[in-house]
């Protein structure tokens, strides 16, 4: 199994970024995807997470309504749509599934 995630950078408050988790190495339409993230000094948490089939969405309170997640299976990738970002936004973001993580993509907002 591996994951590889993209797409993070550094954009102001309320600006948009999409990451990408590019996966291989197990049947991606067969699992459900996640996407975590570490801020400095905290705890790894959990963001979002998509069925396999991509029918059931669920999203930390923190990001409902600014966060989407979707995938793509016929290019065995995870997305993460992230709009109106706040300072507190900023952290490592992961993709995980099978007790897997990729390495992380840094999304810093700030103005």
């Known amino acids: 199994v591996q994951l590889v995630e993209s797409g993070g950078g550094s954009v102001q408050p309320g600006g948009s970024l999409r990451l990408s988790c590019a996966a291989s190495g197990f049947t991606f339409s067969s699992f459900g995807m996640n996407w975590y993230r570490q801020a400095p000094g905290k705890e790894r948490e959990w963001v979002a997470y998509?069925?396999?089939?991509?029918?059931?969405?669920n999203y930390a309170d923190a990001v409902k309504g600014r966060f989407t997640i979707s995938r793509d299976n016929a290019k065995n990738t995870v997305y993460l749509q992230m709009n109106n970002l706040k300072p507190e936004d900023t952290a490592v973001y992961y993709c995980?599934?099978?007790?897997?993580w990729g390495k992380g993509t840094q999304v810093t907002v700030s103005s």
């Open positions: 995980a599934t099978l007790q897997t």
């Open positions: 998509i069925r396999n089939d991509g029918g059931i969405t």
